[in-house]
């Protein structure tokens, strides 16, 4: 914290009006972490309190009679604000109440104020209420003698140690919405599906994961850069699905895979192959698919830089059959990564519960669809096709993602085991 000074200010006063005056007023000094001063008074306001107020601060009218009026503290309470930041919790309301009884005594006060509750409303987008006690709530910051100028300024100094922190990024807690921390508790550490829901109860983003409650904690930390999200999502549920192969082909559903252009090998009249960057067509033979140019151009370029190793003696005759063979077949193995290891394999996970295990079965290039089954992995291997619960046919999202989802797993160094070629397409 910076060693500038911090005068925390509440004010109580004779209500909400216009013509509201003040009746006690606390000033908390702080500077180079600690408190240096403190002052707290009540003040006469020449005008009698209504039962409300009388309530709900415990004020009563016989001490206010023998309370000072405001300009006999005036001078005091000059002397504590000049050179500070003024700190309160709605300084629109605090600080504008002290500019207005100095003006009134042809005086002017001018400082720069830290707002909690502005501060707040934008360091915790999302927040159901900005109020002090949900703030104090939020922080777990005890609030005594509320609503009595003293106990409110001890409680907005807190709340202004944590909100500097936050605002200076030197927060170490890693912070939720507690409405948001009532759904995260009933959130699987499976991989699984998670439903993003509004107050209306329209789920408004889906996301695939391999820990649900590990990736909706990451989502719904609290961050200012997070502030449209975590102001949309009132609630999050996650379903099971085991794998979270499978949760990525759940999502595809909510948003599917919509290519615009792709990477063709084609022949030219001399058998040379070529790759080709070509708008996106259905039924094509493309190798690789793209949603941006952006993607599909820089693709290119690194495959025509894997290909510059290829140098040929150019002849009247062109390339020989030789050095065509070599091109063609560097471009074959390019191409490779695009495709599955195997033409038939199946890829076996964990299932949703703690006997049941999931897989993808992939025939013929395809991934042909997924299932569960509580059966032993040799008996799964040897009937796939009869524990499958959901089929595709030809998927282009389905198979792009099983495919990245492989090359993630060979990237990570993981078992071998996580997928198994099958011998013979059934």
């Known amino acids: 914290m910076t060693p500038r000074k911090y005068v925390i200010c509440d004010i109580e006063a004779t209500g909400l009006h216009e013509d509201k005056e003040i009746i006690e007023i606390a000033l ?20 009698g309190l209504s039962d409300y107020i009388k309530d709900l601060t415990s004020i009563s009218q016989k001490e206010l009679l023998a309370a000072p009026k405001f300009y006999d503290v005036a001078e005091a309470i000059r002397l504590r604000l000049e050179g500070s930041v003024f700190v309160s919790h709605n300084t629109d309301f605090d600080y504008q109440l002290l500019r207005k009884k100095y ?31 949900s703030l104090c709530l939020f922080f777990g ?32 807690r890693i912070l939720f919405l507690p409405h948001h921390e009532k759904s995260l508790k009933k959130i699987s550490t499976k991989s699984g599906l998670l439903y993003f829901k509004n107050a209306r109860g329209k789920v408004i983003h889906f996301e695939a994961a391999f820990n649900m409650e590990k990736t909706a904690r990451a989502m719904l930390q609290v961050k200012a850069e997070n502030r449209d999200f975590l102001t949309e999502v009132d609630t999050v549920e996650g379903e099971v699905t085991g794998s979270p192969l499978i949760a990525e082909f759940k999502k595809l559903l909510y948003y599917p895979f919509k290519p615009k252009w792709m990477i063709s090998i084609i022949a030219l009249k001399s058998s040379e192959k070529q790759f080709r960057f070509l708008p996106f067509r259905k039924d094509s033979d493309a190798v690789w698919f793209f949603q941006h140019e952006r993607d599909a151009r820089k693709k290119l370029k690194q495959l025509e830089i894997s290909l510059q190793g290829e140098k040929f003696i ?28 195997t033409e038939n394999l199946i890829i076996l996970g964990e299932g ?8 993808i079965l992939i025939l013929g290039g395809h991934v042909v669809g997924y299932g569960y089954s509580d059966r032993s992995e040799a008996e799964i291997e040897a009937r796939p096709e009869e524990y499958l ?5 030809q998927h282009l999202g389905v198979n792009l993602t099983t495919m990245r989802y492989l ?20």
Request: net charge positive.
């Open 407 to 426: 090359r993630e797993l060979k990237n990570m160094r993981q078992k071998t085991d996580g997928w198994r070629g099958l011998a013979e397409a059934r």
């Open 352 to 359: 949703r519960s703690l006997n049941e295990k999931s897989f």
């Open 141 to 172: 910051i005890k609030i005594k003698e509320r609503h009595r100028a003293i106990g409110d300024a001890l409680a907005t100094l807190e709340l202004f140690k944590h909100l500097f922190e936050l605002k200076s990024k030197a927060i170490t």
């Open 28 to 47: 908390i000094t702080f500077q180079d972490g600690k408190i240096v001063d403190v002052y707290e008074t009540l003040i006469n306001p020449l005008i």
């Open 314 to 341: 150019y002849r009247d005759g062109g390339k020989s059959k030789e050095e065509i063979l070599r091109h063609n077949q560097k471009i074959d193995y390019l191409a490779r990564e695009a495709r599955f290891p």
């Open 389 to 393: 619960v959901r089929r595709f046919f």
């Open 103 to 133: 003006l009134e005594m042809g005086q002017e006060i001018k400082l720069k104020t830290f707002c909690t509750l502005k501060i707040s409303q934008y360091e915790i987008p999302g927040l159901k209420s900005y109020s002090l006690d």
